[in-house]
């Protein structure tokens, strides 16, 4: 990390219900740092794991820090940044016959909102299905601005030819995850938002009741508020 003293540290990630990592054995991890790292520090990361094989298995692939940042792929986050009032408030992972892209074609999707009273620039904004990582990132194109309450569509259909909003990934109608990330100092990333979704309906989203809303089956309303109560 950027503390003072650049020390390397080693974190213990729990699954065990107890570390306020979740549930028992849900695959949600979670460690803590020590103390002391300024806001907007960045950190420096790798992931280690022993199978029951005793088999060693990092990520990034074949990461091995040994103190020079240079020597190892490593991942970044940045401790503690404001972020902004954004969130991801539908996606449609199984689109049949619901909204088209500027070719005619009707792909999955996943929209992200403005909940904040001001605008905001998109600008260092990041979708993926991982995090932390930057394997198949979206990355939202420069000059986008989203004004309050204002919503916008990304096509998630691995088609980046087809126009500056389609992601280079696809949705899983089957489930999957979905992260909003955003920039920080020195390429970090911060975690804005994400969302775990089960199995999808044909031409139904899984979407937000209002900002900060529960998730829950609705009927599609891209670029449209969605209020409580409302699509069901």
């Known amino acids: 990390s950027n503390s003072p003293d650049r020390d390397f540290q080693r974190v213990i990630l729990y699954d065990d219900g107890i570390h306020e990592d979740g549930a028992l054995q849900d695959g949600l991890f979670s460690g803590v740092l020590e103390p002391g790292l300024p806001l907007g520090a960045q950190i420096l990361f790798y992931l280690e794991a022993m199978d029951l094989s005793e088999t060693l ?6 990461s091995n820090y040994t103190g020079d940042e240079g020597t190892s792929e490593l991942y970044s986050l940045a401790v503690g940044l404001q972020l902004p009032p954004l969130e991801l408030s539908e996606l449609v992972a199984s689109n049949k016959k619901g909204l ?27 979708l993926g299905e991982h995090f932390p990582a930057t394997e198949n990132w979206f990355a939202f194109t420069a000059g986008l601005t989203l004004g309050p309450d204002e919503a916008i569509v990304v096509f998630c259909d691995g088609e980046t030819a087809d126009g500056p909003l389609h992601a280079p990934f696809k949705l899983d109608a089957a489930g999957g995850r979905l992260v909003l990330a955003g920039s920080g100092p020195s390429g970090t990333h911060a975690l804005i938002d994400s969302v775990d979704y089960g199995k999808q309906t044909t031409d139904r989203a899984w979407a937000r009741a209002g900002c900060g809303g529960e998730w829950r089956d609705a009927t599609p309303t891209p670029g449209q508020p969605m209020l409580p109560g409302d699509n069901v």
């Open 100 to 126: 088209q892209d500027e070719t005619g074609k009707s792909e999955d999707w996943v929209e992200v909102r403005n909940c904040g009273g001001a605008p905001i620039s998109l600008a260092g904004l990041f």
């Open 57 to 62: 298995v990092t990520a990034p692939e074949d």
